[in-house]
């Protein structure tokens, strides 16, 4: 028993120290640094703006650095599992901002939390063409087509449940039980996260009309959805 312990020890620690220095040899981790520090930023400036939502920014700042460490260690599948619920967080954050009474409602009744993506475009048009512009007037010049915020919100959403639902084409193991060092696994969650980042920065500069950053404009107009900041 204390041989099989020590065995797994050793992978737990060991092994992933094997990978994550594999993997930080074999790539820039420039990029996906600086946008975990730009959500950083915009999760202390909405804070900043409005406290009572500063617990949604302290779990998806966590999650962030737990879905950046789980990659590095080699388990791809599970940090882009964990890239939905900072999606979820993250809008659940902005859309709560005009919505303080549900807010209140959610936490202290403790509500089922099943206000999800696809649902709050449907029901509420979070982030639709018409939602911006009762808080920004100049979405008609920044967008690239109406609704192409939310309706990359909706695709966006609807990968990342594939891959926690367990659709055939996002499994990672289908020919061999292995956790080791993969660059293209690697590449593919540094998109997938950078891409959920340009969604954070597009919602922040959007709903608050603050253009000040270049760099988070640049993040923001990162998949091309919006344009001219």
């Not at 926690?164 to 293209?184: A, C, D, N, Q, W």
Request: glycine share 2%.
């Amino acid at each position: 028993m204390s041989h099989t312990k020590t065995t797994i020890q050793s992978f737990l620690i060991d092994e992933a120290q094997k990978i994550q220095n594999q993997t930080m040899e074999d790539n820039d981790l420039t990029e996906i640094l600086s946008t975990l520090n730009h959500i950083i930023d915009i999760g202390e400036k909405v804070s900043e703006k409005e406290p009572k939502l500063s617990f949604y920014w302290n779990e998806i700042i966590a999650e962030s650095i737990s879905v950046i460490y789980a990659s590095l260690s080699g388990h791809n599948r599970l940090a882009l599992s964990g890239l939905r619920n900072i999606l979820e967080l993250s809008c659940h954050a902005f859309y709560y901002i005009d919505h303080l009474i549900e807010l209140d409602l959610s936490i202290n009744e403790d509500l089922q939390a099943d206000k999800y993506v696809s649902a709050l475009i449907r029901d509420d048009k979070f982030f639709t063409t018409a939602y911006i512009k009762t808080f920004n007037s100049q979405i008609l010049e920044f967008q690239k087509e109406r609704d192409s915020v939310s309706n990359f919100l909706k695709k966006e959403y609807a990968g990342l449940c594939d891959i926690v639902h367990g659709r055939h084409k996002t499994l990672f193991k289908k020919e061999e039980l292995s956790i080791k060092y993969s660059k293209p696994e690697f590449k593919r969650f540094e998109k997938e996260y950078i891409d959920l980042a340009s969604s954070i920065a597009m919602m922040y500069v959007l709903r608050f009309e603050d253009y000040s950053n270049a760099e988070l404009n640049k993040l923001a107009m990162k998949r091309n959805i919006i344009k001219g900041l």
